[in-house]
């Protein structure tokens, strides 16, 4: 018992591991208790039991294995976790539960296996229970195969792979044991029902009577397909529809059922058959026998091989020539039968790999159908069905076509019932109009021929077409048919029967009646980067060719309905005679009008023209009677008219009438000759042309273009020729180039460039440049032949437009009518959305099959090495002579297959080069010789010569160029090459591979049959291969995936396994990313802009572009929504929850004591000590093995993944979880911060502002968790960071420096400052001159105890950098040297040490100076204002002394956070605006109730005289100081000190402050006094809101009346001053953005409402927000509504419903665009869009849970395109990177959408062009100007005149941004400027700034004081002193101003600058303004009344104890005085 109390005492865990049985026992009964309790099923709990669950189900005893077999199917239903065990518990399940007796623990093991694979590893478990089928244990192997039916019963085909299963069954039957073999049975059955017949296939081979036994129990099963009745976690949806299904009864429509069934392919579960070794020996010399009784005998031997279903793949080369050459020669039909039997079997049983001797056999059988017996031609027709299915059609498409002309019918016939059957097998995106245009062309000629039985055939050819990709699609081509000819082809169409329709194959070809419906999934994908609705779903489904594919309508408009289809075609009409058109003229125009129009007046003709003019403006464009019209204008005297004035108008008629009326080819064929006749007229010209572009939107630009280039060379007028061409060069960059027929124009443009007029040449010349733009390269080989001099010209003018891109296209075919673009027009939308992949087809090919004789092909194979290099030679000059040649080159490949080989190695040399040539030659159509020919290529990769393998590798290159990868990586072939064990090929071809694989974005599956060959290469006895085969080992990863690459390591050998594993595990880690989408690049640009490489790359990149050429893979690709009911598409969707659950649990995971641990490990130097210049690869490793144990795997593989953008994302969702995981978070912190300062290191600023962005909120949360970094956290983090504070952009320097203020929150300063100061020693001068203001920051904030080790060393060290050549450090230096001063005065020349002479005085004069200004500025001035370090108003005193009682850190740390925020929003405002950093946390200032400020200590006079009444001499006028010139201004005081009441804490204070400003507001005449306080006001309103919010709401002792009645007079107030335009339009961007804020958040107050009459409120608030929007100036509102939007989805704290209101916003300003459009600055609008787009793309927008903010950016962007047209695009030019977001890219393609929406609106057009011009000739100038300005500044003798420049400057543009050109100058010079811009002010104005008509008199002096560095006479003293007594009480003076009569006038000195508004204030100087006159009014306000009462206004009597103050003030007065001595 003593043992049972020991053991009762552990935890459950280690219970669970216990010695002793009943302990386990124990242990695994609680442990199920505790596992059933557990909810959460991401707790921390289940991480303690992943290790012990094996042991659970591996028991010994057999007691206890049945309670841990409970305890573990728990585990895995219940733990988040479970996943990872799964294949250690399931290998245990199998070994040591399967072999039990009791029945119960078989069960329970069973039920464990359905869990895992219930929780998704299905994979695991599947291997697991095969595994288990090789044990010898019958018990084992019956129990296998039981849970294996079980699972396959319950999960169905999609989760069981049934491949491995059905693989090893025939084994099971054969087994000795009854049990195994019954077993077997049941298994076949559970598996017949969801195969069906494909099971029939693999099991032919079994005990016949079991077969009859199995077929006897298939016959009884039912018909209806099994479904599937558990499900994963991932497939809940599934589960809850097949429940409902079962509730109510239902029976599903059986789709998905028939997918499945047919997703298993017979032919994957049969083993291949090696046939080529079992052929007679004699085969060869027999097939050649003269009888034909041993040919056939030959032939049945080989029949007999072929009918096995599958072959293994081999050389069948020798055996195909052999057939082929009986199918075409033998004269015994039967012999041709069996022949073509064996072809048959041969494809069959090879499918894709005979593909390869496709194209030698075709043509053949198609010659072969001349025979008549039935017989044959059956055995022919099946073989070329069975050869179709191993290629593609577009490959057979030449050859079918060079039969289709044959003199025999017989032939013609069976062709076309060929190309029938073969479209049948086809799917839309199988035949792009490239492939379907020839055929169509071909039928339609033996629509007409002579023998009925070619046209039954080519009508039931079109027909099948018709029906796979719909009549749309065919319709173009059948244009030329008559109506009977069409009908029979449409009945065709309806007879056809398309095999598996119910598929729904992915381009959508279906049985359905509507083919153009069932594509739309398939057209889906791609179709998003499309260019303007066009040719919808032929195009879209893409073929390897396709480019950016067009939209399409939605699939009911492309309906397969024949009456839809012409709607949509274009609108053509008859030609009508000239008495229907006077008819149907004499009905819309006045008759006046066509009586005058052929008058011998010419001003009738006018008048008559003008009357027609107006007829038609007015006319409705359906009654509108083109033809008509245009005839009448062509009717005498027509366009030979004489007055230029009257064919003016005409022309300009015809333009009118083509873009309102539905104007046709017909109609534009009577005007296009006039038209042309004209355009070089110099009078009409203009006119003319745009009349023919007119023409070229209403019925095509390619039509037009080929109509007008044929009439205009048809005549003899060289200058209508060049102006011809010149508007064509035009109309193609507005229009693009999609569809234009180059062939039309390439012959006129060749005349062109012969003519003898300069003119033409010229112009043909430059209409070469447009078209090379679209083009490229390929079109000079049109004009190779021409004279050198021309070329010269042409080459000059291509060079010109090298490098440009073409322009995005600005017209568009118009109307709906034209959607089809006309046939002409969609043509070459296949090809790549351009002409460019039609140029190769453009070029004249030569066959030169038959300059390949049977003679050369002999000399080429002869036994002579002399007369092979003859043969070689004599090819080389035949490939030469025909430049470019058809694929058809007869039997060349086969005799230059066999050179390759060649013992002579200077032949197989020549035969690369032969081969080089060729693909040059051939272009594209290489693709069909690449298996016959190209692998023979890399078989000479394995030569030991390396000259040889250097030539085989640019061959190899330039084939693939012309062919892409896809057709080398398809197949065995590239698998059997690797086999080969030749170190030079494995490493040649493993190089090729790396080289190519990134570059592509898919693969073909088969290249998974590489993989253990690369794993063979991984261990090869060559260094070489190995070093090959570890570089491309990531680039296939990156296709094929780490899991599947890992699954096919199982095969190894466990020695091999375990390091080709560790392998896979480092190439994971460098795998890279794959490439983006190419469509991308057509976003912008559409089919205006194809790829201008030569079309042999662009068609080898399109080609790559193919998924696996399975059927599911292609319909995962291609379908979108059909697809996911396929096999693929579910295990996709499946996989995808897989990895989205996998992500959803915790991020880290939480190790008591791990960072201890970590901790004493440095120390002892266990591990690397987190030290270096750059990180080496050994601190990379070892701190990814420490994060390996405390962050989730896919986190790790984010963080260390060689993509940036990864790292971005794993960065966002650390953000994410900060708040959440923040103790987890804590635990790595050490390891996080390490992390961070990897990334350090790296130049993309991308990832670093995301960093910093990341460490701002993790300080952020470590001091509100209290939390303080450790020394090993900090040495390991802060000397990395303070690198980065030298970083050259300002925007990362900005962002360090914030964090340099949250560090000081949770890291002691004084242990920062050893830092800091370390890095002053740096060589980077920003980051000596940043680390130097630091310390000044840290001294002025924590006073000299900071410096450590000793405050003298330091300051020596830092009094050194004094001397630096650096200014920006110099200054640095000395401003934190003055900040000590300010610390502790003159100690400060002790504490420095020896100085040189100029360094000491260079100090000297900075404190003198800064003594100065610290005795100007009041000792009020605010804390913040203080600590200003961007732009101080005053340079010398950067930092100035802090009073003591104030908490030292908070608002320093407050302001230096905003600080870094300064430029962010600079505004170009005709006013100096508020920026984003005023944003500050006013809560905070306003809480801060500490006596942040004393009064000033001032100069000590005799002041007995002062109490007789004295007479103020008035000091003469001078010139005003800058300093000094507002002091007096008390207008402005007045208004400064009333508006910082109104953020009084004091309820009753801020509401009679609001009275006051309310009552001023209300006076029209007095309300101007605001101007220049909106910003003020706005910012002292919403602070009083926020502390309403966050302090007097929740107080209950307030009287919430009190508090209705200031947020009433807040609602007065904002609604009094939002309704004066004038003054609404002064409030800045930053401020609107917090007042949006504050009223959208009292909106959504519920506390609010609770109050009573706070509805009333509400109301008021939704009324003010409305003023607000309509009032504002609508540039700021724009920009703060983005901001804020932005902000509000940033932040995870705030209600959704925030942003949605603001979103309200947005769409209330967009609404009013129309009207606002002419007043908005579009660039500054575009920059904030592109920045939240930034923050925002369309990815992350989308992931939102909302999709409003997305709809709401987009409908802005619509809006404003619709508006303003394709001039949007002009306004980007704020933008510095355009790439950074997807702005442009969206614009580009909104454009062409909206189309020529705003082209109408043309006076709008000419405004907005003349202001774009203006702007961007304003912004090309300014740079320059200001350039030029600044240089004068800088230089000593011209600073005055560069000041004076730079004012004038600033006064012209007021909203000139000089932030640029001060960002990288010395504080010292910033405030120069400033000061010298101010002086320059106050001379040129001579008197205040604010006039108005004062409400309170200026007061004593207008004149102003002497400025600072003169001396003050004693007036002015005596004139400060009479502001104190009235201050104190001791003065009365009468003021204004209602009530308050006695407001004291506040500021002195420097303060009272602040408040003026300066015309060239930079943004952080009117920041600290602002806040100084805010915080400085109500503190001095609190001062002087706390001794009083609480009234704003107070009596006239004197103050109770003036002695006591004028004591004071004695004191005071004179301390100034002796500091201004």
Known sequence: MGDDSEWMKLPIDQKCEHKVWKARLNGYEEALKLFQRIEDEKSPEWGKYLGLIKRFVTDSNAVAQLKGLEAALAFVENAHVAGKTAGEVVSGVVTKVFNQPKARAKELGMDICLMYMEIEKAEVVQDELLKGLDNKNPKIVVACIETLRKALSE??????????????????????????????????????????????????????????????????????????????RSQQDLKAKFEQQQAQGEQSDGDEEEEVAAAVDPYDLLEPVEILSKMPKDFYDKIEAKKWQERKEALEAVEALTKNPKLENGDYGDLVRALKKVVGKDANVMLVSVAAKCLAGLASGLRKKFGTYAGQVVPTILEKFKEKKPQVVQALQEAIDAIFLTTT?????????????????SIKQQASLFLARSFRHCTQAMLPKSVLKPLCAALIKQVNDSAPEVRDAAFEALGTAMKVVGEKAVNPFLADLDKLKLDKIKESADKVELPGSKKGAAGGAAADKKPAAKATPAAEAP????????????????????????????????????????????????????????????????????????????????????????????????????????????????????NFQVMQLKLQVVALVAQRGQFSKTSASVVLEGLVDKIGDVKCGGNAKTALTAIGEACSLPWTAEQVVSLAFAQKNPKNQAETLNWLANAMKEFGF???????????????????????????????????????????????DEKPALLTQINAEFEKMQGQSPPAPIRSVRKAAAEDEGEEGAENEDDGGGAAPDIMDLLPRTDISEKITSDLVYKIGDKNWKIRKEGLDETAAIISEAKFITTNIGELPLALKGRLGDSNKILVQQTLTILQQLATAMGPGLKQ???????????????????????????????VEQTGMKDWLEGEDLSEELKRENPFLRQEVLAWLAEKLPTLRTVPGDLMLCIPQLFVCLEDRNADVRKKAQDALPTFMMHLGYEKMMKATGKLKPASKDQVVAMLEKARAVMPAKPAAPAKAGVGKGSAEPSRAPSASRSAAASEDVNDSKPEAKKVRGGGGAAKKGPAGKKLAAKVLKDEEDKSGPIFILIPNAKEQRMKEEKQLKILKWNFITPRDEYVEQLKSQMAACFTKWLLDELFHLDFQRHVKAISVMIERLNSESDATIGCLDLILKWVTLRFFETNTTILMKVLEYLKLLFTMLNRENYHLTEYEANSFIPYLILKVGESKDVVRKDVRAIFTMLCKVYPASKLFPFLMEGTKSKNSKQRAECLEELGCLIEGYGMNVCQPTPAKCLKEIAVHIG???????????????????????????????????????????????????????????????????????????????????????LKIMYRTYRIQSRQNAQHNDHPSIPKEFQLDLDMIEQDQSNVCELPDLVQHKLDELLEPLVIPEPKMRSVSPHFDDLHSSTASTINFVISQVASGDISTSIQALAQIDEVLRQEDKADVMSGHIDQLLIATIMQLRLINSTHLADDRLDKRDLIKLYSCIMGNMLSLFSMETLAREASMGVLKDLMHSLITLILDSRVEDVEDGEQVIRSVNLLVIRVLEHSDQNNMFSALLVLLQDTLVSTAGSPKVSELVMKCLWRMIRFLPETINSLNLDRILLDVHNFMKVFPKEKLK??????????????????????????LDHLSMIENRNESELEAHLRRTVKHTGNLSGTKSDRGNEKTAHGMDERMSKAKVSDILSEIFKKIGSKENTKEGLTELYEYKQKYSDADLEPFLRNTSQFFQSYVERGLRVIESEREGKPRIQSAAVIPQHGVDSSLSSSNEELKPAVYYERLKILRQRQGLENTSRGLGGSEDEPQQRPAISSLLSSKPSVASSTDMLHSKLSQLKESRELYQQEHNPHSGSPTRSHARSASPAANLDDLKKRLERIKSNRQ
Request: proline content about 7%; aromatic content about 4%; glycine content about 4%.
């Open 738 to 784: 999609a569809g234009i027929n180059v062939k039309g124009f390439i012959n006129n443009v060749k005349t062109a460039l012969g003519a003898t007029n300069p003119a033409v040449r010229t112009a043909a010349i430059a209409l070469l440049g447009v078209m090379y733009l679209y083009m490229g390269q390929p079109l000079r080989m049109f004009f190779e």
């Open 929 to 959: 010789h690449v298996k016959a020919l190209g692998f023979s290529i890399i078989t000479v990769l394995g030569d030991s010569k390396a000259n040889l393998r250097a030539a085989a590798m640019a061959t190899l290159q330039a084939w």
């Open 393 to 409: 059609l577009q490959n057979l498409s030449e050859d079918v076509l060079a039969v289709m002309d044959n003199k025999n019918p």
């Open 1364 to 1450: 630096d050549r650096d200014t920006s450090v110099r200054n640095a230096a000395l401003n934190t040297v003055v900040a000590v001063y300010n610390v502790c005065g003159d100690q400060v020349y002790k504490l420095i040490g020896n100085l040189s002479e100029k360094d000491m005085s260079m100090l000297e004069e900075r404190i003198k100076r800064s003594a100065k200004k610290t005795a100007a500025a009041p000792a009020k001035q605010s804390a913040p204002e203080k600590t200003q370090r961007e732009h101080p108003t005053n340079p010398n005193a950067t930092f100035l002394r802090k009073p003591t009682q104030e908490d030292p850190g908070k």
């Open 155 to 232: 999960f169905g085909s999609k989760i069981v792979t049934l491949k491995p299963v059905v693989k090893v069954l025939p084994k099971q039957f054969e087994s000795r044991e009854k049990a195994v073999r019954d077993e077997a049975k049941q298994l076949a059955i559970e598996i017949y029902k969801w195969i069906r017949d494909a099971l029939r296939l693999p099991l032919q081979n079994i005990n016949p009577v079991q077969l009859k036994e199995l077929e006897e129990e298939w016959v009884k099963l039912p018909s209806s397909p099994p479904k599937q009745t558990r499900f994963l």
């Open 1743 to 1768: 992931q939102l849970k909302t999709d409003v903010p997305h709809r709401t950016l987009k409908t802005l962007c619509h809006t404003l395109c619709k508006l303003t047209g394709a001039k949007i």
């Open 527 to 642: 179709s998003k980067s499309s260019a303007p609705p066009k040719k919808p779903q032929a195009a879209a489904a893409s073929k390897p060719s396709a480019g950016p594919p067009k939209k399409g309508k939605p699939a009911s408009a492309a309906g397969g309905k024949s009456k839809k289809t012409s709607d949509s075609k274009e609108f053509t009409e008859t030609e009508l005679s000239v008495e229907v058109c006077e008819e149907l003229a004499a009905g819309v125009l006045p008759a006046s009008c066509l009586q005058q129009m052929d008058s011998s007046n010419w001003k009738e003709r006018l008048a008559s023209m003008e009357e027609f003019q107006k007829a038609v403006e007015t006319m409705d464009k359906a009654a509108m009677p083109c033809q008509a019209l245009v005839r009448m204008l062509a009717k005498k005297p027509g366009f030979k008219e004489t």
